[in-house]
């Protein structure tokens, strides 16, 4: 799919300071073209520009700073550059409205061609990861739309050995309140019993282990957010 975008575009990559400027210049000469390089903390130009965010690790940071660049009104367009995304982040990316995401793993011969479809103005999204996005969205997509923030992380809490009088604690409700809202996730996850929907919610990958415990993963937080804010501007127009 073709979208507005193209090499009258400056190309900006965002990187860590130690290795960005030479990534930037590695792209440089590889696309016969200026590169420039931005440090993650440095503020974004607001001429509308293509954006290769090149992360060491496929985390919030570069799913977020992705979804700020395409939020704002520059008409900026992103590509995101990890290592080993999960197929939670692919399906995140192109939630938010991502224009590709590719693998470090794949051949660096690969991906440039798959930036210079991004950079012709193209989506740059390999079959293989957009295939898996898809899966995931078939799979739980829409379970995650009826999800709501704040049960996210009941269904973090539903993976920690608590007793129900601390979960209603935790959650601001009564005892009887907190199992009909944890039967209100069987019903979303569609699944019978908190186990059930917990398994599930580990094998998508929607919970991340920490020393205190489960808790949300932040992709999933990332997308929650997302989907709210969209909702409320849709009901904003009615």
């Known amino acids: 799919m073709l979208r507005s975008g193209g090499m009258d575009r400056p190309l900006f990559l965002i990187e860590d300071p130690t290795r960005g400027p030479l990534l930037a210049q590695a792209l440089a000469a590889a696309l016969g073209e200026p590169v420039h390089y931005l440090n993650p903390s440095q503020p974004v130009p607001a001429v509308p520009g293509d954006f290769l965010i090149a992360a060491e690790l496929p985390g919030r940071c570069g799913l977020e700073l992705g979804g700020k660049l395409l939020q704002s009104a520059a008409g900026h367009r992103v590509l995101l550059w990890s290592p080993s995304p999960s197929d939670l982040y692919l399906w995140v990316a192109r939630l938010l409205g991502f224009a590709g995401y590719l693998d470090c793993a794949a051949s660096w011969a690969e991906n440039l061609r798959w930036l210079q479809a991004f950079r012709a103005g193209q989506e740059a999204w390999p079959p ?17 739309r009826r999800l709501k923030p704040e049960e996210a992380w009941r269904l973090a809490d539903l993976a920690r050995p608590l007793p129900w009088k601390a979960r209603a604690a935790r959650w601001g409700m009564s005892r009887e309140g907190a199992r009909r809202a944890a039967q209100r996730l069987e019903e979303k996850f569609m699944a019978e019993g908190s186990e059930a929907v917990v398994a599930r919610a580990w094998a998508w990958g929607l919970l991340k282990a920490t020393p205190e415990g489960p808790v949300p993963a932040p992709a999933l937080l990332l997308a929650l957010e997302a989907l709210s804010h969209s909702q409320q501007r849709q009901s904003h127009r009615l």
């Open 128 to 144: 293989d990861l957009r295939a898996r996005a898809d899966r995931f969205e078939a799979a739980v997509g829409d379970s995650l």
